[in-house]
């Protein structure tokens, strides 16, 4: 697996980020996946892993997936189902694919699951590859 192209100081995948996730994604030809603590430094209600947090990760591993492919793309609609509350403390693997594409239109589904396999989110998403002048943009926040 290769890992995938990161932003410095974005709060879910920046390494320079003295506040954030700093999770790394990798991607397998098929899907990106990340692992990750649940840390009681971005809990909700006490013990809980805040679902914020949760959403970000899957809305990030599933632009990974289309990264991946060295398409520069944005979110447009997101869409996430809790399924169980995710304790603090527990690791959890967040894994995305892209499932079709139309036109400039990109649709993903993701999954937030624990390591005996029970699932704590899952994700759909909608991104849409950005205009030449924003693509420039973003390519410059590449780590």
Avoid at 53 to 60: A, N, Q
Avoid at 73 to 94: C, D, Q, W
């Amino acid at each position: 697996m290769k890992e995938v192209l990161r932003y410095p100081n974005c709060f879910v995948c920046g390494d320079q980020n003295h506040h954030g996730l700093k999770a790394k994604f990798y991607y397998d030809g098929e899907k990106a996946v990340s692992s990750v603590i649940a840390s009681e430094n971005f809990e909700g209600y006490k013990g809980i892993y805040h679902g914020g947090v949760i959403s970000s990760l899957l809305d990030e591993v599933m632009i990974k997936a289309i990264l991946a492919e060295e398409k520069y793309v944005v979110t447009v609609e997101l869409t996430v189902r809790y399924l169980a509350s995710l304790p603090v403390g527990e690791k959890v693997n967040f894994e995305g694919r892209v499932t079709k594409q139309k036109g400039k239109v990109i649709f993903t589904k993701g999954q937030a699951a624990g390591e005996n396999g029970s699932v704590f989110a899952t994700a759909t998403g909608k991104y849409v590859e950005a205009r030449p002048g924003l693509k420039e943009q973003l390519m410059k926040s590449v780590d």
